[in-house]
Structures are given as C-alpha cells and as structure tokens.
C-alpha cells in the first residue's frame, strides 16, 4: 500500500483499533479499523452472534405461529417483529385491520419505543458521553437520573406487559389482532403514570440536549416509513430523502443484502446509491412535521432543526421520540373504546404478503409466502441493523481520521460510542460486533 | 467487611431477552447491584473484571465449535453456573435445526454459506459442562430470576416449582381454555413459572417454559385429537416450538411426526 511509507510518524500512536466484543449493544460483535500511515485503511463491524436461521426453519410453520415465533429474534424489540409479521400476514390475507385493533397495536408498539429508548438513551448511551462505563457506575455520581430512567423505562414495560402479556416476547398478539383486549378501565389506569411519563420524556430531551457532541454531520439518505397523517409506527410508504416513495411490496426492489465474510448478518445497499439509514434520524429527519406539537416543541428546544444528521445526536432525537411515544399513548389510552371482537378472523389463501414497520432501531421488512393450508413457504426478514452496517463502517470512516491524536483506550470507547450512535441490535442482525484496530 | 460476590453474566446464541431480565427489574436493580459486584456483563457494561466469579448466568445455546470451547472456560472461571431460559437450558427455538439439514438451511438464509461456521445441532450448556441451576423460560420470569440471585446470597436452595401450568390457572382462578372453549393447551405438561398468562389472556399455553416434572404428552396429545381434531402435523408443531429439543417433548414429536402412539 501507498501509503505505508510515512508510517515513522505513527510509530507512536496505536497501529489498530481492537474491540474484541462491543458492550452495550445487544448481542455479540466487534470492530477492526486498521490503520496504516495515520490514515484509516479499513473498518470492518464483525459480527460474530451465530447464525440462528430463522427464515429456513420458519417454512412450514403455520401463519398463525408467526408472531410468537418471530418475536425470539429479539429480546429487546420483539414487538416490533410481531407487527412487521402481522402486518405481512394480513397483506397476503387482503385483510385489513382498522379501528380500535390498530389503535392498540399502535398503544403496543408505544410501549416498546419508550422501553428500548429509554434503555438506551440512559443505560447503554449516556455512560459514554459522560465518560463510564455503565449505567451502574454512573449511578454514583448520578443517581436521581438513573432513577428516572428507570422510572420511565418501567412505564414502557408495565404497556407492553397490560396490552401483551408480558413485557419480552409478549403473548396476546395474533394476526387479525389479540387474543383479549384490554377494558377501558383497565388502560384508564396507565393514564396517570402516562402522564408522569410524559413530565419523564421531556427531561430526557433536556437531559440529553445538555451532552457534549462531536462536530461530525454526514451526508445519509435517510430510510424511513412515511404515513399521511401519523408519525410512523406501523404503517406507511416508504420514502428517502433522495426521492424514494414507493409501497412496501416494492422493497425487495430497492434494496439488496450482500453477504460478506466478516459477518453473519447480511449487509443491504440501496440499489444504484449505496449505504442508507434507517433508525430515528431517519424517521425524524423524513416525519419532523407529523411529530406533533409537544415533540416538536421539544426538539425546537433542544436545538435541533427539522432534520438532524449527526448520528451522536441520535441520543436527544431518541429523546425526542420518547415524549411523542408518551403523549400518542396517551392519546390512545384516553380515547380508547373497545373493540366488539378482539381480532379479524383470517382465511389462508395462497399468496405472498409484505410488512414493514418502524422498530426503535428503524425500519423492519417482512415477507412471507403461504400456501391455501396456512404454512409458511419462503420467508425473508431485514432486520434495521443489517440496514445500518454499512452505513456505521462509512461513520467509522470518517469518524477515526478526527481521533489520531488520542491515546488507544480513548480512540477505542469514541469508536465504541459511534456504533452505539445506532443502538446496533446484534441478536436481530445475525439472522452482529469486537474493535480491532490495527496499524501497519 | 466481606467482598461482595462476583456476578458474570455470558451469551451464546440467543435473542438477549433473558439477560434483559435484569435489567428490566426496574425496582429491584440497583438494590441487588448493592449485594453483588457486576463484574462482567457486556450488555450493561464496558467494563469486564477477570474472573474467577461467584455466580455465572449463562444465556443461550452452544451453535458453534468456538462457542463449545468457550463455554468450558466460563466453566472453569464460574463457581456457581445457571443457565438462563429455554436456549441455555433446552438448545432454544433455534435447535429446530437439530430435526433438518443444517447445510440446507445455510444456504437458504446466506448467499455465500462457506462464510458461515456452524455446528449441526443447537444444544443446552448441561450438554458440555455440569450446570448447577437451569431456569426456565422463554423469557424468563424476572422474579424467578430474583429469587435464584437471592437464594444464591443466602445460601439456600432456589424456591422454583417444576409443577404444571395448571396449578398455577387453578391458582389464580382461571377457566381452563381446554375444556370450557376447546382450546388446544400444552399447559397440563408445560412446567409453571409463568403464573399462567396464556390463558388469562383467552389461549392456550405454547410452551415457553418446557416440560413440567413428569409430563405425560401422549395422555395430552391423544386428547387434542380425538377431543379438539388436531391433526399430527399440528401435535409436531406444538411440541417443537422454543423447547423442541428437550427430551420429552422432542420424543412427542418425534412420535407424532412418525406417526407412533
């Protein structure tokens, strides 16, 4: 390589980045950025989380089985693959559901946004801006913000838990809808601490909006559900912000997974452009205007212009999503009228079914064929870290040039941090991350 | 004063959701972070002490030659180990590998299977090293989580039932979906732990916490057919679920799928 003859000035820095496994993430990875006359010769994410083979043991299972199953590629988002997979289902039925169900599946995925946020804003986030290593150190110092992180964190649980069951993996989501829905007065009684979440949210937004950033914005197209009138959760086109609008069933037209060595997950490229990204940047930078006037108010607040593109402040647009996922389910719970049943009967057919769904940690594709008797023939699930793979070794890219000067354990946890930027799910990605830096 | 015991928690393959357990004990976290030293727990922390630890959770199953060595060094460095939910203690949904080709599976999910090292089968932890506890679960419950961590403290056996779900629908005064709305349930062989939510909620249980003590699934299976017109493939399917690969209910389906009762 060219550039190994002025190695000399580098004798003294560190010659690699090694993460041997990333913490703070869920599941298993690492990194190796290699390094080579002071200047960054390759990044590559690893992800090491064996391969549990979802899609190919899925084929034969029945439809109905899906929720349930699907929701095991996750323990920290398993709503999300339920309603990516109910939605699909639905599709490749012709039903739709509507009414008070999609206002509970709407309530559902609330409660998961403000659970997985709230986790990672505080618990998994904010250590590193605040230089700990865990919530738990930083629990010392900071004891009345962690408190209140887990204040709000167990508001998002205790929703998911009413409306699903249980808090992981819940169990009372079916296609067509639930198994039993809530009574009105059972979600009345969530409005009160709803309401504190709310009060919890925006201290979030002031809290995070207080942390330091590195000056670094990237030029991203940005991925992301777009609906006519509603922030997405469940629904919507899919849209960019180089001129992408196209239905969900036209998403295996866009994008494609490329399988590369150093990973068991698959890594997705838009076609004819490249590395994309999804996760809250997105959806915020694509949807500012259907935030509602409390988020919006609070990101105004916290500095933040309609569209964001430095991935570190990812940290206060979670924040931001937090106080629109706690007004809309309180919205939900206070308007709430039972539905007469609790789901839409569905008729197997032999067809093929598309949904798509906006999972704290972005977009979440699903398709599957079924046959006449209800089994599952051929199934495909993107999950949105595989999406973001290439897009945090870009950030890397640029990102290492800025951190030479600092000492190999500094370099090392910035770097961590610019993953974590992504709230990386290893589990769902590795159907993913160690750092290795090294330098020649 | 005494060190506080060191806690280690390891992951094989799995979907995390188990050691989120911990975290999700909202109320309870930081009271036990005050009783023992989180010394290596990759999810909540960068910081990783050096073993050897006291108490070691283990989620997830073994799935790759690297992982069954790595799982006899946390042997070596852990003196009391628990495995944590249905893949650490039944090989997990992902042992329905276990019943197929794995290379055919490969090369349906990735483009480019020789990048892929994999062994044939998923298997629990108590398959490479001697376990000291298995908790159930697919999840875990967080209380049962909390009473194993605080029976470990007190130096005491773990109050946790190996009894059936039905015990626990007695308990809190649920109709049997079974016999009132002829519901097909794996409750009567599925072991409690849960506090019955399935069928709180109108369904039949699914088997999240595997084979209660002594299941008798051929008194079970013989009543879905012939009392609820289940079919063979849909008793296969039943028992082969996130704790397909435990004994008994991997002999259920076998039967089933080969058509013996």
């Given amino acids: 390589m060219p550039m190994s003859t002025t190695v000399r000035n580098a004798t003294s820095r560190p010659k690699s980045i090694v993460v041997e496994a990333l913490a703070r993430v869920e599941g298993e990875g690492g990194l190796t950025v290699q390094l080579r006359g002071g200047r960054v010769a390759d990044v590559k994410l690893r992800i090491y989380e064996p391969p549990r083979f979802f899609e190919a043991f899925l084929r034969g299972r029945s439809f109905r089985e899906l929720p349930d199953i699907t929701a095991r590629i996750c323990g920290i988002c398993p709503v999300a693959y339920q309603m990516s997979a109910v939605h699909a289902i639905e599709a490749a039925c012709g039903v739709a559901v509507g009414g008070p169900l999609r206002e509970l599946r709407r309530l559902l995925y609330c409660g998961e946004w403000i659970e997985s946020h709230a986790l990672h804003v505080y618990l998994l986030h904010a250590p590193d801006f605040l230089g700990y290593p865990s919530a738990i150190h930083m629990a010392a110092d900071h004891a009345e913000v962690v408190k209140k992180a887990l204040e709000l964190k167990k508001i998002g649980n205790d929703l998911v838990a009413l409306v699903g069951g249980r808090e992981i993996h819940p169990i009372n989501v079916r296609c067509g809808g639930f198994y039993r829905v809530p009574t009105r007065r059972e979600l009345l009684g969530l409005a009160e601490r709803l309401k504190r979440a709310c009060e919890l949210s925006l201290e979030a937004v002031s809290f995070a909006a207080g942390l330091e950033f590195p000056d670094f914005e990237q030029d991203y197209e940005f991925v992301a559900l777009r609906h006519p009138d509603e922030y997405p959760l469940n629904e919507g086109r899919i849209v960019s912000n180089r001129g992408l609008d196209v239905p969900v069933s036209a998403y295996e037209e866009h994008f494609i997974e490329e399988h590369v060595p150093h990973a068991n997950a698959l890594h997705s490229v838009h076609k004819g452009h490249g590395a994309y990204h999804v996760g809250p940047l997105a959806r915020y930078s694509l949807n500012f205007d259907r935030l509602g006037t409390p988020a919006q108010e609070a990101a105004r607040a916290a500095g933040l212009g309609p569209t964001c593109n430095n991935p570190f402040k990812s940290i206060v647009v979670r924040a931001v999503e937090l106080v629109f996922a706690c007004h809309e389910a309180l919205r939900i719970v206070e308007q709430y009228q039972p539905p007469e049943r609790p789901f839409v009967e569905l008729e197997p057919r032999e067809a093929t079914g598309h949904g798509a769904s906006e999972a704290p940690r972005g977009l979440l594709y699903h398709r599957y064929a079924i046959g006449a008797d209800g089994l599952v023939r051929s199934a495909k699930i993107v999950p949105p870290t595989a999406q973001n793979q290439k897009t945090i070794e870009n950030d890397l890219w640029h990102f290492v040039p800025t951190l030479l000067d600092l000492g190999k354990e500094e370099m090392t946890w910035r770097c961590e941090q610019a993953i974590r930027n992504y709230d990386p799910c290893i589990s769902c990605a590795t159907h993913f991350l160690k750092l290795d830096l090294r330098r020649d | ?261």
């Fill in chain 2, 1 to 261: 004063m005494a060190a506080r015991p060191k806690l280690a928690v390891f992951k094989f393959a799995s979907c995390d959701g188990c050691q989120l357990s911990l975290l999700d004990c909202e109320d309870e976290l930081l009271a036990v972070v005050g009783q023992v030293e989180i010394a290596n727990f990759l999810e909540a922390s960068r910081e990783v002490q050096k073993g050897p630890y006291d108490v070691a959770l283990v989620e997830g199953s073994i799935t790759t030659s690297h992982d069954a060595e790595r799982i006899q060094q946390v042997r070596k460095q852990s003196r009391f180990l628990v495995t944590i939910g249905a893949c650490a203690t039944a090989g997990g949904i992902q042992a329905l590998r276990n019943f197929k080709d794995v290379r055919e599976f490969t090369s349906a999910v990735y483009a480019t299977p020789e990048y892929v090292s994999t062994l044939d089968a998923s298997t629990p932890i108590s398959q490479h090293v001697r376990v000291d506890f298995e908790l159930r679960g697919c999840p875990i419950s967080k209380h049962q989580l909390v009473e194993v961590l605080g029976a470990f403290l007190c130096k005491r056996r773990p109050n946790i039932p190996s009894y059936s779900v039905c015990l626990e629908c007695k308990r809190r005064g649920t109709v049997c979906v079974m016999t009132a709305a002829g519901t097909p349930c794996l409750g009567p062989v599925t072991q409690a732990g849960c506090g019955a939510l399935c069928p709180s909620y109108q369904r039949g249980c699914f088997g999240c916490f595997g084979p209660s003590e002594a299941p008798n699934t051929a008194a079970l299976g013989s009543w879905w057919e012939k009392q609820l017109g289940a079919s063979r493939p849909e008793l296969v399917r039943a028992f082969r679920s996130f704790n397909a690969y435990a004994a008994p209910f991997r002999m259920a389906s076998d039967a089933y799928e080969h058509d013996r009762s």
